[in-house]
């Protein structure tokens, strides 16, 4: 694809950074081809049947009709009303996957970006995964608004999909327009703050669309809701309020104002009804990013600490173009034409190719060779980025996911990004003797694209071990090896990723003493361990006073304990939730060690872990089920045993709705078997929720296979 060249220096006020999300399904891409066609950035509608859409170029997107990477685009609208009207606006605009397992593709965008689109499908309400992308938006308080796609599909319900919004979201979600006609009737929209309706009559593209008189079965209906828009509008402002009580008109222009700020600040979710595939609705969305969606001006400050003092908060300047710069990388992405490209958000200054950066992080200095502007897996060279900007360097080698990259002299780190734990592995081995070299490369490159995906060796089979978020994520990963970096593997079973813990208190004794010719090796530690609360991670403590141990020997200890953690010692799966105190022990100043303490801080995890009644963890997944209710008795029956806690089922348009929490260790396999049962008119959809203790006799059997013998390396 052509690229042209895009207009640079934009005034802030006229950009926004935008990301599409949503539940698998729901119409993202397809809503992310529409804006692009009518922004002018394509002259052809993608099609996901097809593999001809612009944000999903990857083999395995086209294959699988998926979005697995989020693709970053940069296009142009100019709004036909409202307070930018015939202004030019420059949207930065990024697609992301619905898929669970690439959560962590999702998570990463919403960290850099100012608003969102979050897409329903009308006749579904909100899913599952419309929950999860809905608390990583808050978790970073990006505002946003909704879009209510697939009006025209049966069970498509504008009022209900709003209502499901409400009650399993908690969002103020409020109509902001109103659908005319439904199912195969939808053809239009109108706008309740202006009372104008808008049809799409007579063209395939639905570029052309028209201004009609409000249907007059409808009239009722949009003072109603119009009434309910300006009530919400008007409790987020004390003056309008006091007008709206007095029953005073309040003007339009006002009411968009207020609107905006209530949308900026997360008080209110403006819902548009549409149909991405039948070319409706989009226009009017576009209209409303630009009116009510945050530009880089609107966030004027975000904080930073100290690399120096982290309790001291630094403040920086939002679109500073003057600013000392500071970026965020959010994204590594290997390009099989340029190498590594690492995605940046830059907050404040300006990004110069050619020059050094400082990664914080890394406490080392970083040269930028090239910028580019992406336009999916086409870019464009820039010669240097603003503040509020997205952009891809080329040429730095070490900057990882959730670095900062700032001025030397004005050093600042912020907020990083946090990745759900892996919950699924499977075992890999190289073909070939070739293969084995190119497999560490493969590896390796993948694994700091993405940080889900984990690779470590087992100690015990010599095998190696890759983790992530599902069997999907795993599976594109391994035909990615195969395609781009020609390595050609066997791959194991997915295996549960189990974790240990422990459930009270215990002391233990590391004692590591070997005397042969000449120097001996002798280090000796005491250690308690107690159980953190679920989800703490690891923590390890010195209470060592009075030289009892060397200073030196403390880090050591901890290697020892972290090493011996990781490896596992009931099972062979790491251990979590653990906290681990070194309190007392004794040294020879002759003999000691690092080695010989680091092996001591092992044997004493061990020591106490032996007193401290281990148990495994499991992931617990979050179910959600859609089927014909004729079914609905055999799918919660099969369910139930699975181990299963049924939460809900509920109607849903013709459809049944089951949520459970079931553990992962049971699904194996579980697609094909509600397909089988239902005649293939059920779905499925999981995500990871939690971990929860195994029951006993099922770790007795786990303990039993896995053939792990605990032994510490000596």
């Not at 498509?156 to 209502?163: L, P, V």
């Not at 084995?436 to 490369?441: A, C, N, S």
């Not at 010599?462 to 050609?488: P, S, Y």
């Not at 509920?650 to 509600?674: C, Q, W």
Request: charged share 25%; net charge negative; proline share 4%.
């Amino acid at each position: 694809m052509a690229i042209q060249k895009t207009k640079r220096d934009f005034p802030l006020d006229r950009i926004r950074n935008i990301g599409i999300i949503a539940h698998i399904d729901a119409g993202k891409t397809t809503t992310t081809e529409r804006i692009l066609f009518y922004t002018g950035r394509t002259y052809k509608i993608g099609d996901i049947d097809e593999g001809t859409t612009t944000t999903d170029w990857m083999e395995q997107e086209k294959e699988r009709g998926i979005t697995i990477v989020s693709a970053a685009i940069t296009t142009f609208w100019t709004p036909k009303s409202g307070s930018f009207k015939d202004a030019e606006i420059r949207i930065n605009l990024i697609d992301t996957p619905g898929h669970v397992d690439f959560t962590a593709e999702v998570e990463r965008s919403l960290r850099v970006l100012d608003g969102g689109v979050i897409v329903l499908d009308s006749a579904s309400g909100v899913q599952s995964q419309t929950e999860t992308v809905w608390r990583q938006a808050n978790k970073y308080k990006v505002p946003l608004i909704a879009f209510a796609n697939k009006m025209d599909v049966v069970g498509a319900d504008f009022h209900g999909t709003i209502q499901s919004a409400r009650d399993r979201l908690g969002a103020n979600a409020v109509a902001y327009n109103l659908p005319i006609g439904k199912e195969n009737d939808f053809r239009g929209v109108i706008d309740l703050l202006t009372k104008k309706a808008f049809i799409w009559e007579g063209s395939e593209t639905g570029a052309d669309f028209k201004e009609a008189d409000i249907p007059a079965d409808m009239t009722s209906d949009v003072d109603k809701y119009r009434d309910k828009l300006v009530e919400e509008i008007s409790g987020t402002d004390d003056v309008l309020m006091e007008k709206y009580l007095g029953g005073e008109e309040i003007s339009v222009e006002d009411l968009k104002k207020a609107l905006r700020r209530a949308v900026i600040d997360n008080k209110i979710v403006p819902v548009l009804a549409g149909s991405s595939l039948r070319n409706k609705g989009v226009q009017p969305m576009l209209d409303s990013v630009v009116e009510y969606l945050p530009s880089p001006q609107d966030i004027t400050s975000i904080t930073g600490k100290n690399p120096s003092n982290p309790e001291e908060e630094i403040v920086i300047n939002n679109g500073d173009k003057e600013a000392p710069m500071a970026a965020l990388a959010f994204k590594i992405q290997v390009d099989p034409h340029v190498g590594k490209l690492t995605y940046i958000r830059v907050y404040a200054g300006t990004l110069k190719s050619g020059t050094y950066v400082y990664n914080v992080n890394k406490q080392i200095k970083e040269r930028v060779g090239r910028l580019l502007l992406m336009h999916a897996n086409d870019r464009e060279e820039i010669d240097e980025a603003y503040a509020g900007e997205i952009v891809a360097a080329v040429g730095l080698k070490d900057t990882i996911t959730g670095n900062t990259l700032c001025d030397e002299g004005n050093p600042v780190v912020l907020e990083s990004i946090s990745f759900p734990e892996p919950v699924i592995s499977l075992a890999i081995e190289p073909k070939t003797k070739s293969d084995q070299e190119k497999l560490g490369l493969a590896l390796g490159r993948l694994s700091e694209e993405d940080p889900t995906f984990r690779v470590k060796s087992d100690h015990e089979t010599g095998q190696t071990i890759i983790a992530g978020m599902g069997e999907l994520q795993l599976e594109v990963l391994v035909d990615r090896m195969k395609r781009e970096f020609k390595v050609e593997a066997n791959v194991g079973q997915p295996q549960v990723a189990y974790k240990e813990t422990i459930t009270k208190e215990a002391r233990g004794e590391g004692k590591y003493i070997r005397q042969t010719g000449g120097r001996g090796q002798y280090g000796h530690c005491l250690l308690k361990i107690e159980p953190l609360p679920r989800g703490q991670g690891r923590e390890f403590v010195s209470e060592i006073v009075g030289g009892a141990i060397p200073r030196e020997f403390i880090a050591p200890i901890e290697k020892g304990v972290i090493e011996k953690e990781d490896t596992g010692i009931l099972a062979g799966y790491p251990v979590t939730d653990i906290k681990v105190t070194v309190y007392d022990g004794s040294f020879h100043d002759v003999d000691s060690s690092e080695m010989a303490f680091k092996i001591a801080g092992s044997l004493g995890l061990s020591d106490a872990a032996a007193r401290a009644d281990m148990i495994l963890l499991e992931p617990i997944m979050k179910v959600e089920v859609t089927t014909p209710e004729e079914f609905l008795g055999d799918i919660i029956g099969d369910l139930s045993a699975k181990r299963a806690q049924i939460l809900s089922s509920e109607s849903r348009g013709n459809s049944k709705v089951v949520i459970a929490l079931v553990p992962l260790a049971e699904m194996h396999g579980y697609v094909t078997n509600i397909r089988s049962m239902s005649q293939g008119r059920a779905t499925s959809y999981m995500e990871a929720d939690h971990y929860e203790p195994v029951p006993s006799n099922i770790t007795a059997k786990i303990v039993e296979t896995s053939g792990f013998t605990g032994r510490v390396e000596r």
